[in-house]
């Protein structure tokens, strides 16, 4: 089964704000194969630059576009093409955006062998595999704290037993992060669970102030708080602090992970498959996270594509979870139609083979960058 075509769409809102929302533009990843058989991917990053390094015609030794390297590649062969499009960049990677943008290939390849042996991807990485995963509700935070209370009674409604709130106006002012966390344990009532994320805001010192004025609202991970390469100062906290620290989902090599790991002593580890070189980065991801007594729960604020092969990686875990953004994009919940079903918590997988997502092309032709 011969890879015929790498199509990169990129699609983008009219307005993009200054917000930490990355569901405001995204980039796809279509691989066509000679078999009539596609895949759908995903790649979080620049979208721009991104879209140059799958686009990017052929070059001097290593520094080729990834299209140009994986056309003409037995698609069934991943291993094989994850390392030639190593090999091929490695004048501008191996990480960063190289990895990126490796990662939509490596997700569709993986949805186009599932369609080829009429399985689901979760089955493909394990017959053990869960039919469905719990899956928290990830939204920034309102403005201000006042309006948590509303939001967070929705999220009750949907019937979310976890939820995230992230990012600013969390960070420089202690008594409006307290009074936050407080307003969301309020709303949510004790028996769901409260995940902060601090948008790497402080340095241990100041987190670990905050780990205590939140010690009372039974937090069940504090996320990002600091830089994320700040390895030392994860440590630091991570010994020290009463809260599960997560963190790692801006890194793209397993290596960053190991250090981030072993050194960082994190205990929430949080790859994105759409940086980390897919399906594929995640599961060395996955099993460095368990030798290091980490649980590793997926970075997924993207697409339905995103979603999905998140769930699906997840489904294999001891402790499946996985992120599920309720960012308002229709790029986030509208162009990508998924066949999971969300109740009680837990998102329902597809048994329909490879991802089961597609592109709704209305969503597509209004939004994409030609
Ligand atoms: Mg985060």
Redo the contacts with the bound molecule.
């Keep these: 089964m011969i890879i015929t075509k790498v199509e990169a769409l990129h699609l983008r809102l009219p307005e993009v704000k200054e917000v930490a929302d990355g569901t405001q533009d995204c980039l796809i990843v279509r691989v066509e194969t000679d078999n009539g058989l596609t895949g759908l991917g995903e790649v979080v990053s620049c979208s721009y630059v991104a879209r140059a390094v799958i686009e990017a015609p052929r070059s001097a030794p290593f520094r080729h576009g990834l299209a140009e390297i994986v056309t003409g590649m037995d698609a069934t062969d991943i291993d094989g093409i994850r390392e030639a499009m190593i090999f091929g960049t490695a004048w501008y990677g191996p990480g960063g955006v190289a990895r990126q943008a490796m990662s939509g290939i490596d997700m569709a390849l993986w949805d186009i062998r599932g369609k080829a042996e009429g399985k689901p991807v979760r089955k493909l990485l394990s017959e053990n595999a869960v039919d469905s995963v719990p899956a928290y509700a990830s939204v920034l935070w309102p403005e201000r704290p006042e309006l948590v209370g509303e939001s967070a009674r929705a999220f009750l409604e949907q019937g979310y037993r976890a939820v995230k709130y ?1 990012w600013a106006p969390m960070g420089p002012d202690a008594d409006v992060d307290e009074a936050l966390v407080a307003s969301a344990r309020d709303a949510l009532g004790d028996g769901v669970d409260l995940m902060v ?1 601090a ?1 790497r805001a402080w340095n241990a010192e100041t987190a670990l102030g905050r780990v205590e004025r939140f010690a009372p609202y039974n937090v069940f991970w504090l ?2 708080p600091l830089h994320p390469f700040d390895v030392a100062g994860y440590r630091e906290l991570s010994e020290h602090s009463s809260i599960p620290i997560a963190g790692g ?1 801006a890194m793209t090599l397993v290596e960053e992970y190991a250090d981030l790991l072993q050194n960082g002593k994190i205990h929430f580890v ?1 790859p994105d498959l759409g940086r980390v070189g897919g399906i594929s980065g995640g599961l060395a991801i996955e099993a460095l996270a368990k030798e290091a007594g980490a649980r590793a729960v997926p ?1 997924a ?1 993207g697409t339905g594509i995103l979603l999905s092969a998140s769930a699906n990686w997840a489904a294999v875990s001891d402790q499946p979870l996985t992120e599920y953004t309720r960012a308002p994009s229709p790029l986030a919940q509208n162009l990508a139609q998924h066949e999971m079903v969300f109740n009680d918590g837990e998102l329902h997988l597809s048994d329909a083979p490879g991802l089961a997502v597609s592109l709704n092309e209305d969503v597509v032709n209004q939004y994409r960058i030609v």
Aim: charge should be negative; charged fraction near 45%; proline fraction near 0%.
């Design positions: 992230g994320d948008g996320e990002e989902e949080q970075h604020f």
